[in-house]
């Protein structure tokens, strides 16, 4: 069926550290894959794509890195600052964009 | 240059009720999907509006329609509201309905509340 979900539901991590949040999808024919931001109150923002012919896609402090072996995807942020903090979601697209559940990424001080 | 508008913000509801939400889409854009987004989870698409025409529908009942206007911009009415139907209710624009080819843009969505 269709199905994007994630492993964790909330990320704790140091300011200044790096981030990691993982994503399983199910479908193998998904071709295309997409990180999003969502932010209290707002509505998801796109952060980085990366296509199935690729392993690896890298963008200003995220780096998405995807294994289709496993079905599985995650994303780096580099340095994570206090304004990373929000909830990420992978999500799979075609035509139509099935999110996962989401991870809420915090970060201490 | 807006970005994707929705009104309005905030909405409460009684039981029963029918609603309407609004989207303008982003300039230059053509499609819109709506996706309710439930507490704590990840927004699930309801349908997609193309030329006018709902192209593609996801796994919502017919309570849920919509309509697509000349200028591009969408309702979203919900029949005999439910209090399951208290969501945050999000527009997404794109170009064309390939997402593969196009970025997505949403707005900030609509918060309904049913009492």
């Known amino acids: 069926g269709e199905s994007v979900g994630l492993h964790l539901p909330t990320l704790s991590v140091q300011e200044g550290d790096n981030s990691i949040i993982n994503c399983a999808y199910s479908n193998s024919a998904s071709d295309y894959f997409i990180w999003y931001k969502q932010e209290s109150g707002k509505g998801p923002q796109f952060i980085i794509d990366i296509r199935s012919n690729m392993d690896k896609r890298q963008g200003q402090r995220v780096t998405v890195l995807l294994n289709k072996t496993v079905k599985h995807l995650s994303l780096q942020i580099a340095a994570t600052q206090p304004g990373d903090s929000a909830v990420y979601f992978c999500?799979?697209?075609?035509?139509?964009?099935?999110f996962g559940k989401g991870t809420r990424l915090h970060i201490l001080p | 240059d807006a970005g994707v508008t929705q009104s309005p913000t905030h909405l409460i509801k009684t039981r029963g009720q029918q609603v309407t939400l609004r989207c303008s889409p982003k300039s230059g854009h053509d499609t819109v999907s709506w996706y309710q987004q439930a507490l704590g989870q990840g927004p699930q698409f309801i349908f997609q509006?193309?030329?006018?025409?709902?192209?593609q529908r996801g796994n919502f009942p017919d309570r849920f329609s919509g309509h697509q206007f000349p200028n591009y911009s969408s309702e979203l009415n919900v029949n005999a509201l439910l209090l399951g139907d208290s969501a945050l209710y999000l527009c997404?624009?794109?170009?064309?309905?390939?997402?593969?080819?196009?970025?997505?843009?949403f707005g900030q969505g609509t918060r309904l509340t049913v009492v």
């Open positions: 999500a799979e697209t075609g035509d139509k964009i099935i």
């Open positions: 509006y193309y030329e006018e025409e709902e192209r």
């Open positions: 997404a624009s794109s170009f064309q309905r390939v997402l593969g080819n196009t970025e997505a843009f």
